[in-house]
């Protein structure tokens, strides 16, 4: 299963990474080195063109001094031409009824067709991080994998409704399952799959992401 976010969001942070280059005084080149990410991609992204995943955006966010939740206006800085969070707030066709896509609050960020979501809610900034809190939904046989950051500590994760299994890439990494009303941690740092153990399950996670100066 695809972690790329939703193609409407993509297209606002293609617009505002776009201005924050120009900003900056930044060639694409200059960005895509800084960021680790193809000059072919970034200019794609640019454009609406791509449909990038959570952990490029990340990249291109720090190496532009700023955050992913920055770049979707759910935070004041960084958010060159913002005009408030983007993503729909009506639910995608299979969200629960009185899960938070009936609110406009946060951004919707990843679903898919079977119903699965996931929702950035809040986010805070310090000097160092960006402490984010999102809301998942999962439907059985969805899954989202996450990208691999060494830099980034403990998740925080909390289930409110099922079974969450946490399936780490790597290779002898033992998997995880919360019941509800469960809470753990994630330490690995390498890339995993969150998906729904039991027919359908709804956690709340705190992440803090480095963020750049």
């Known amino acids: 299963m695809t972690e790329r976010i939703r193609p409407e969001v993509a297209v606002a942070v293609g617009r505002r ?3 924050l280059r120009s900003e900056a005084g930044l ?5 895509g080195e800084a960021s680790d990410v193809s000059r072919r991609m970034l200019t794609q992204i640019e454009l609406g063109q791509a449909n990038p995943s959570l952990g490029t955006v990340d990249r291109i966010a720090s190496a532009l001094g700023t955050t992913f939740a920055a770049l979707v206006g759910l935070t004041g800085d960084g958010t060159a031409g913002s005009v408030g969070p983007v993503g729909s707030p009506h639910p995608p066709e299979g969200s629960p009824e009185g899960s938070p896509e009936g609110s406009p609050d946060g951004v919707l960020v990843w679903s ?25 939904h ?9 990208s691999p950051d060494a830099g980034t500590p403990d998740t925080m994760v909390h289930v409110l409704r099922g079974r ?6 790597t290779e002898g990494v033992p998997v995880v399952e919360v019941q509800e009303p469960g809470t753990t941690r994630i330490t690995d740092r390498s890339a995993y799959h969150l998906g729904a153990a039991s027919a359908e399950a709804d956690c709340m996670f705190v992440v803090m992401v480095p963020r750049g100066v």
Do not use: N
Not at 115 to 136: I, K, N, P, Q
Not at 138 to 146: L, P
């Open 17 to 19: 990474i776009r201005a």
């Open 27 to 31: 060639s694409v080149a200059q960005l």
């Open 112 to 136: 898919t067709p079977a119903g699965s979501w996931g929702r950035l809610l809040t986010a805070v900034e310090t000097d160092r991080h960006a402490v984010e809190m999102w809301r998942w």
């Open 164 to 169: 969450l299994r946490v399936r780490p890439v």
């Open 138 to 146: 999962f439907v059985a046989g969805d899954s989202y994998r996450t």
